[in-house]
């Protein structure tokens, strides 16, 4: 029973990442002269760091004591074509934390929408999910230093699979001064 749910968190957390990879691909296509920043030259290891702690920091503003999965920081090309030659890049952190009860879960989200502002972070949606049957909560924020974006959104398990609640913390393009 436990290897099916480890599965199937795995599987919900590949699924977030081509998600995520597929919205940030069609989002990062657009021109460069349409993007409203310049991507900064970093190292992508820089970068991987930075997006980990604060993935490290949401998971303690949840207060929630449960199973996370694994795996961490990764850069991925963005941009367009040309860009991602010259190594234009971003990193995401996809991961989600579970094993707990239902109820945990839900004061998880109540702590984090609650805690962000105080920590460097601009709520910019806190509600239910329109797009579920379930409509339940998520809270989309910008860190407001390094403007790296999270999503988290509270899965109850109703398709068989596990309650948990879903992360997605990425950072915006930049130019990677490893790439090769």
């Not at 998520?138 to 790296?148: P, R």
Request: proline share 4%; charged share 25%; with cysteine.
């Amino acid at each position: 029973m436990i290897r099916r749910n480890s599965r199937t968190v795995t599987a919900l957390a590949l699924l977030g990442a081509l998600a995520l990879t597929a919205g940030c691909t069609s989002m990062d296509n657009e021109p460069s002269a349409q993007r409203s920043y310049d991507p900064q030259p970093r190292t992508h290891q820089e970068v991987q760091k930075e997006v980990g702690d604060l993935s490290s920091r949401v998971l303690d503003m949840t207060q929630v004591k449960g199973r996370v999965t694994e795996g961490g920081p990764a850069a991925y090309p963005c941009g367009s074509d040309e860009e991602k030659k010259e190594g234009l890049r971003n990193v995401r952190h996809v991961w989600s934390v579970y094993g707990v009860d239902d109820g945990t879960l839900d004061k998880g989200m109540q702590n984090l929408a609650a805690q962000l502002p105080g920590n460097g972070w601009k709520v910019v949606k806190n509600g239910p999910n329109e797009n579920t049957e379930s409509k339940r909560i998520e809270v989309l924020a910008v860190h407001e230093q390094t403007h790296t974006q999270l999503e988290a959104k509270r899965m109850d398990g109703s398709k068989g699979g596990e309650t948990l609640i879903y992360f997605a913390v990425y950072s915006r393009c930049f130019k990677d001064t490893d790439a090769k």
